[in-house]
């Protein structure tokens, strides 16, 4: 195996040991913010304290909400002269936060990304698309910097703008791309309204990531663009990208364990979970010296997969994100993810590209409507098909998530497309009050 990093193939004592040195340093380097200084003095934690990796689980965790309170310096373990780069999480669930970097700390996360790229096949005689948002999204410049300490012809197109596009990825002969995938199906409509081919590009790599996605969208993206399409999972606290990754064997994200600490935690009891169980993610920053972050509850549920992965990486493997602890709806007293949701439809062949699930409420009832993109060729005029679709997609979700939603069939591109991260839930059950 060709390792980018040789951090990639240490082995797990190895891992270990360089994490208990790196957490005690980061346990004395937090001690300069205002916001540890208090908290590791409450939870009574010393730097001497700290000796092995195990000893993660006397410190104190650390919030979203501790982060708004501080916002935006109350976290800054260095002088704010010596930090060069702000940028914030997308504000998905709430007012956004902010994360502050020192040049060393840009040059780790770079170091990380390409590491991360790397491990997915993506290689310096590639040219890459950065599909992502620019500006204070990490996806933008996280990636971009990553890209070029790799070595790939490096493209920062941005977000939108489909059209033109879809003429870089031809006219640069572009191999590799980083995109949302739910903009990655959108622009696969684009294509077809263009009369072009997505499989003629060069295209070869897909990075998809940022947002939860089933494996059966990565299936669509994959066939859609005729490339091989790797997970890639990240937060704006924990940097951004490059936090965890897949390999070519795309069996679960190599979590970067020399560089973040992670525990699968019960978000009830706060214990971490039985070996191999889904849970809660919380993640330690080892590297960081702007401005560390200790024990963060992402709120993403995910679990450690078993086993070796055949690449040989000694890094454990996380398993995709089925969404945030936050993210459950509650309806009729059942508990639904959305991701159960999307992985019926989407290996339905008749349902197109997007989806939006609506809660409303009738009476005292809650209800979810589902609304459902139906590909061109199945949207006809035949009324009688169109009922057989809508009750073949109330069957399958039935059996999956236990309730039955509402669904309308609506034509493709009709639904709203975000050019950021797609937003799949509208709440509507206050207004029918
Ligand atoms: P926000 O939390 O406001 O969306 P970020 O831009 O920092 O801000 O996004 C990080 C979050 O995006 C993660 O906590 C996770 O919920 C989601 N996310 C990132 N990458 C993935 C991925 N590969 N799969 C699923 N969810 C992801
Ligand atoms: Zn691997």
Known sequence: ?????RHEVLDRKEIENLQAIRLKNTVHQATASTFYRNSLARASVKV?????????????????????????????????????????????????????????DLNVWADLVARSMHCAGVRSSDVFQNMSGYGLFTGGLGIHYGAERLGCLTIPAGVGNSKRQIKMLGDYKVSVAHIIPSYALHLGSVFDDQGVDPRSMHLRIMLIGAEPHSEEIRSRIQEIYGV?????????????????????????MHLWEDAYLAEIIDPETLEPVP??????????????EGMPILRYRTRDLTRFIPGECPCGRSHR????????????????????YPMQVEKILMSIPEVGQNYIIQLERQGHMDQMRVKVEIRDEFFVEDMRRLQQIQNKIAGLLREEILISPKIDLVEHNTLPQSQGKATRVVDKREEGK
């Open 1 to 5: 195996m060709q390792v980018f990093d």
């Open 48 to 104: 001497p304290d700290i000796n092995s990796h195990e000893d993660i689980a006397r410190l104190p965790f650390t919030t979203k909400e501790d982060l708004r309170e501080q916002y935006p310096f109350g976290f800054l373990a260095m002088p704010k002269e010596k930090m060069v780069r702000l940028h914030a999480s997308s504000g998905t669930t709430g007012s956004p936060t902010v994360i502050l970097h020192t040049q060393n």
């Open 228 to 252: 091989r399409a790797y997970n890639s999972y990240g937060l704006s606290e924990m940097n951004g990208p490059g936090v965890a990754f897949e390999c070519e064997y795309q069996t679960g």
């Open 275 to 288: 070996q191999g169980q889904t849970g809660e993610l919380v993640l330690t920053t080892l590297t960081r």
């Open 317 to 336: 493997r996380i398993d995709r994100i089925t969404g945030r602890s936050d993210d459950m709806i509650v309806i009729k007293g059942v508990n639904i």
